[in-house]
């Protein structure tokens, strides 16, 4: 049989799920998470509005705020771009469907240096959720190779698009608590990031903020896009641009019972370029110019470092003919004009903490 879940490697992602039965079927099994997740937001969702303007932000330092994401798939030439950029921060996509090379990305990581800061993405399958025993031995695998290199792993992504797997946010608290305990019982100085929910899904935040699942965030993570065919700017339902839904988001987070500080990554964000098809990620409606792509992403790292609600932005990604810092379309490195403007906010940062 024919897997539903197909994966897109030119925009690195699964491509949505074509088999309509399958969908509908899987949509019926998990509607009773519905009520929890309803529930929790008519209590919820108003109050975290109500307080997100109180609660005032407390990183103020934020060393290493520029990250970016790197995958294994994209190459060796990752290594010396980095070192031109001069980031500190990385994040790198693990795929539980990958593990049988979990080497390759051991080496890859180690190649990057010993002066990074890496968060490890664990990215999930249906295989793995359904298979309980699997998750275990191959989370297992992941945490015995890769955790001499980092403490911090990304725990799932995107939870929010059945896409990538889940069709409920209940079907990722049980998949997040399998490997918490595991954490607990034999790898008790790694730090997990949860939930991974994209663009401003705030109700899948929430239900999987507020519950009676017994685990723990030590850092949230968010897939914050804001508005794909324009500036940071831009506003969604009357008020919500960009300082908003961070501040918003940030409430969410002093308001839950889940985690007990205020670390919050911003693990995933990224503008679709024009005429960059099939490696854009979106229609070319939703696509911008590469001027734009730059204008909009010093835009949003100022947005989220002023803000102080925010430890991290790892910026979708450094190498991605579609929507990343460097296009290797036909054989041939170019690196945009937004990579030379990442360069300079490196740069910036370095100076400003001196």
């Not at 060393?63 to 921060?89: A, M, P, R, T």
Request: glycine share 4%; hydrophobic share 35%.
């Amino acid at each position: 049989m024919n897997s539903p879940f197909i994966w897109d490697s030119y925009s690195d992602q699964p491509y949505p799920i074509k088999d309509k039965k399958y969908k509908r079927y899987m949509r019926k099994k998990h509607i009773w998470d519905f009520i929890p997740l309803i529930a929790t937001n008519i209590i919820i969702f108003p109050i975290s509005i109500l307080f997100m303007k109180l609660f005032k932000g407390t990183q103020k330092h934020n060393k290493n705020f520029y990250g970016i994401g790197v995958n294994l798939d994209k190459g060796d030439i990752q290594q010396s771009l980095i070192k031109e950029l001069g980031v500190k921060s990385l994040l790198i996509r693990v795929p539980l469907n990958d593990i049988a090379k979990i080497d390759n990305y051991y080496d890859f990581i180690k190649n990057f240096g010993d002066d990074k800061e890496i968060v490890i993405n664990i990215i999930q399958d249906r295989t793995h959720i359904e298979d309980r025993e699997l998750l275990i031995k191959d989370i297992t695998t992941i945490f015995d190779r890769l955790s001499s290199l980092t403490k911090e792993f990304q725990i799932g992504t995107t939870i929010n698009r059945t896409k990538w797997g889940f069709f409920s946010t209940k079907e990722y608290l049980e998949f997040f608590r399998t490997i918490q305990n595991i954490r607990d019982k034999s790898f008790q100085d790694l730090i997990l990031i949860a939930p991974s929910v994209i663009d401003f899904e705030y109700h899948y935040t929430i239900r999987a903020m507020f519950n009676f699942f017994k685990i723990k965030y030590d850092k949230v993570s968010s897939l914050l896009y804001v508005d794909r065919r324009g500036s940071p700017y831009n506003k969604q339902m009357i008020i919500f641009d960009t300082q908003n839904k961070i501040d918003m988001l940030y409430s969410i987070v002093k308001l839950s019972p889940k985690i007990d500080n205020d670390n919050i990554y911003i693990t995933e964000v990224n503008w679709p370029i024009s005429n960059t098809a099939p490696y854009a990620p979106t229609s070319e409606k939703e696509c911008v110019s590469e001027d734009d792509y730059s204008k909009f992403m010093i835009e949003y790292f100022k947005i989220a470092k002023d803000s102080q609600k925010v430890s991290k932005v790892f910026w979708h990604q450094l190498v991605a003919s579609g929507y990343g810092l460097v296009d290797i379309r036909d054989n041939k490195v170019r690196k945009r004009e937004a990579f030379y403007k990442f360069k300079e906010m490196i740069k910036d940062e370095n100076k400003n903490r001196r």
